[in-house]
């Protein structure tokens, strides 16, 4: 697997399904094992895919993205910019979303990405309207940017063109208004972004959001996908009505709340740290566009991942990539410990919501209902670079000498007093 950052090439170390980024070694990235992705890395990474992220923008310049982000834009109020820095992520999803979907792989610090050897292409369309207030965009200018992708990206793209949309209406029912109102066909962008090949995940929704493409996931244009928890469940934030897939998408739990629970994955420096827990529907649908990218990559038409990736979903719907790619053993040697290994910390963020809209707008598909911030954890460092083996025999002989201590004290104290103890403990 390649990356944009320090770490061995593909050609050097080989695909493997043990990659060394350390969220992913620390176990913190479930969704991808829930999606069977490591099996999958055995037959495709990615490679030669694009995957376009319409979003808040995206932080090019993160560790765990630099060198992956290959093209930005903005489309604003109709006028599409494209240039660098022209998607600048002041909120956060974007780049929470472009890094599950293909964040920087086997580089030895945060992450893995879903995809690990795909390319991103960040489009803004969310914008800040309020000060604390979550971003929101236009349909209008959503429309655009569905078109943009759909006739100047892919156009100029040599591979296999994915389309991410993290992004839903307000529900009439919370107070906002219809998500359609006749004003933008985002439906018919879709329907003509499938017919120039293009294949596109569009997360599902939550809890007062609405997907914003439903008659594209009916006609077979676009996949609309759902969130698991970590035990494979619906998320109880996400629709199941309408839902194409489900795929891992976090739920909060217990006092940390997102943390553990929750989707890891990048977020823009801060004094905090560069990674973040959120959960939501926002995080499935990037997990079904690497999904695709992978299948895609392979040598499948946008009509065929699809089908694929439909196919192999179990009764429940929860999506299976290694089955849609026909590999489900692991691939690669393990990774050991190597010096220099960190990942930074995982930022305690306030997930994006969504809000209710004003007429014809746009938002981020919020996380679960009434999120809270999740504590500050970090990710700890892999430096040590002394051999398992020495390590484990290290561990066995402490173990040992600290149970030769406890025996030898309770010997030598008074049976009373030591019973004493243990009562009050």
Not at 9 to 30: I, L
Not at 43 to 57: E, H, K, N, P, Q
Not at 291 to 311: F, I, K, T
Request: charged share 10%; proline share 7%.
């Amino acid at each position: 697997m390649t990356s944009g950052v320090a770490g061995a090439s593909a050609a050097t170390r080989g695909v493997t399904s043990t990659p060394d980024d350390v969220a992913f070694r620390q176990h913190q990235q479930w969704g991808l094992l829930q999606a069977g992705f490591p099996a999958a890395w055995c037959r495709s990474t990615g490679a030669g895919a694009l995957i376009v992220v319409v979003d808040t923008g995206v932080d090019a310049s993160h560790p765990d993205l630099a060198g992956k982000v290959v093209g930005q834009a903005r489309v604003q109020n109709g006028v599409v910019t494209t240039g660098p820095g022209t998607a600048l992520d002041d909120a956060g999803h974007g780049t929470h979303v472009a890094g599950i979907a293909a964040a920087a792989t086997d580089n030895r610090i945060g992450v893995a990405g879903a995809a690990p050897d795909a390319s991103v292409y960040a489009v803004k369309v969310l914008f800040a309207t309020a000060p604390g207030q979550p971003e929101q965009g236009s349909q209008s200018d959503l429309v655009q940017a569905i078109d943009f992708a759909a006739d100047s990206i892919a156009p100029s793209w040599p591979g296999p063109v994915v389309l991410n949309i993290s992004i839903g209406a307000a529900d009439p029912s919370s107070g906002g208004t219809a998500v359609f109102d006749g004003s933008a066909d985002i439906p018919g962008a879709l329907e003509h972004a499938y017919a120039r090949g293009l294949a596109v995940a569009l997360a599902a929704g939550n809890a007062g959001t609405t997907p914003v493409g439903g008659a594209a996931v009916d006609d077979g244009h676009a996949l609309s996908v759902g969130a698991l928890d970590q035990n494979g469940a619906v998320a109880p934030y996400s629709p199941t009505a309408g839902v194409s897939v489900f795929a891992a998408g976090g739920a909060a739990s217990g006092d940390h709340r997102y943390v553990s629970t929750g989707i890891i994955s990048t977020w823009p420096h801060s004094s905090s740290g560069d990674y973040a827990w959120m959960a939501g529907t926002s995080m499935a649908a990037p997990h079904v566009a690497a999904a695709l990218a992978l299948l895609m990559s392979s040598g499948m038409s946008n009509a065929q991942a699809y089908a694929r990736l439909l196919g192999t979903a179990d009764a429940q719907r929860r999506m299976h990539v290694d089955l849609a790619l026909g590999n489900t053993a692991p691939c690669g040697a393990a990774v050991a410990a190597r010096p220099g290994a960190g990942a930074g910390t995982v930022r305690p963020a306030t997930p994006v919501r969504a809000a209710p809209a004003p007429a014809r707008r746009v938002a981020a598909t919020s996380p679960a209902a009434a999120p809270v911030a999740a504590r500050h954890v970090a990710v700890p460092a892999t430096g040590d670079a002394a051999p398992a083996a020495a390590r484990r025999g290290a561990w066995v002989t402490r173990v040992a000498l600290a149970v030769c201590g406890v025996l030898l004290l309770a010997l030598l104290a008074p049976r009373r007093r030591l019973l004493g103890r243990l009562l009050r403990a």
